[in-house]
């Protein structure tokens, strides 16, 4: 009963992260939405961008406090929290970098906006392969 207990415990503290998570990238979303359906030029293009990945200082605070709910060796017990958000963040990412250079994310350059690492050896907490490749095809 006390590991039930536990594990409940563990899970609501993830979810409740994770809430965190989904409005700030509902957020961010919302600034590309409500500015780029406008045809905007290049300056603004540009300002959008900033303040996008000024919103994402508060996004890597945020996988810190997720980072630290889960068990150390089990982040794949737990990753169906946070996998869709994960692939939203991508695809953020994604349209960011494109918009800034016409160039497509790489892996690294999505980890350290993210404030996570690239590779599950690193620290455990990383970004899934399956995350990245998926989240730029579907999050629209």
């Given at each position: ?9 563990i899970r ?8 965190d ?8 979303l ?6 780029t359906t406008?045809s ?15 919103m ?5 605070s ?27 963040f ?14 497509l ?10 404030g ?22 579907s999050?629209?």
């Amino acid at each position: 009963m006390e590991y039930l207990s536990n594990d409940q415990e563990i899970r609501e503290g993830i979810k409740t992260v994770t809430r965190d998570l989904e409005q700030s990238a509902r957020e961010i979303l919302a600034v590309f939405t409500s500015s780029t359906t406008q045809s905007p030029g290049p300056e603004a293009v540009k300002k959008i961008c900033a303040k996008s990945r000024q919103m994402l200082a508060v996004v890597k605070s945020q996988y810190v406090k997720l980072v630290e709910k889960i068990p150390a060796g089990q982040y794949y017990r737990f990753c169906d929290h946070w996998r869709f958000v994960g692939q939203r963040f991508a695809f953020l990412g994604a349209f960011i970098v494109y918009l800034e250079s016409d160039q497509l994310i790489t892996r690294p350059e999505l980890a350290e906006m993210l404030g996570v690492q690239v590779e599950r050896s690193s620290d455990g907490f990383h970004v899934d392969l399956d995350d990245f490749l998926t989240g730029p095809s579907s999050s629209c």
